[in-house]
């Protein structure tokens, strides 16, 4: 059973649906952590009441990105995690974890990359005045949202949807999607093993 980690910063909902997808036994993977940069953050509640260990720290207490990357991969390898997904978390991987996880990290992002990157992609959607947005599953590398790309699913907006509205057709969507992703991606690295 693939042994992953989830990396988020506040709410958790995607986090929750993974490990919600666990509990069914629809994914067959063990959440061994969740790393969060927030400490005060929902994300942490949601954890504990779950029973999944939390590893949370607050960047400005290190000089650099690498020194708490290296506090990170420690915890990582203690559980001896296999996969980081990111869930929700607002800051870019460095080179410690990458080097650490070549292709073994992925993030959901709330648009259809590569349109609308970065913060606030709903509102950048609604702004460019599309109709058509979505969500991604991708690979991370050293970029913001650049990785190549795993799955899409489009969502559409309407006339007058607010931000909120189109926000939560999206997490709707990533909640059935990210478990179901993070399922065929383990069965296909167990393959490859
Ligand atoms: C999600 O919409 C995800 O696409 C983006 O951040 C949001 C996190 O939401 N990267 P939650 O914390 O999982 O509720």
Redesign the pocket.
């Known amino acids: 059973m693939k042994k992953i980690a989830i990396f988020?910063s506040?709410?958790?909902?995607?986090?929750q649906a993974i490990a919600e997808a666990v509990e069914k036994g629809k994914l067959h993977a063990s959440i061994e952590l969740l790393i969060c940069d927030h400490p005060g953050a929902y994300?942490i509640d949601r954890a504990e009441k779950l029973n999944i260990p939390v590893f949370s720290f607050s960047p400005k207490d290190f000089p650099l990105k690498e020194d708490y990357e290296q506090q990170i991969l420690q915890e990582l390898q203690a559980k001896e995690v296999e996969m980081i997904i990111l869930?929700?978390y607002m800051r870019l991987i460095g080179s410690v974890l990458l080097r650490a996880y070549p292709n073994h990290i992925i993030?959901?992002?709330?648009s259809l990359l590569p349109a609308f990157p970065g913060k606030n992609a709903v509102l950048q959607a609604i702004e460019a005045g599309v109709e058509v947005t979505g969500?991604t599953v991708h690979y991370v590398d050293e970029g913001m949202d650049t990785g190549p790309i795993i799955a899409q699913r489009a969502v559409s907006i309407h006339k007058g949807e607010s931000v909120e509205e189109i926000?939560r057709k999206?997490?709707q969507v990533?909640h059935n999607l990210y478990p179901r992703i993070i399922e065929q991606l383990s069965n296909e690295q167990e393959e490859k093993v």
């Open positions: 988020a506040g709410n958790g909902s995607n986090f994300c869930a929700g993030n959901i992002h709330p969500v926000h999206i997490q990533e």
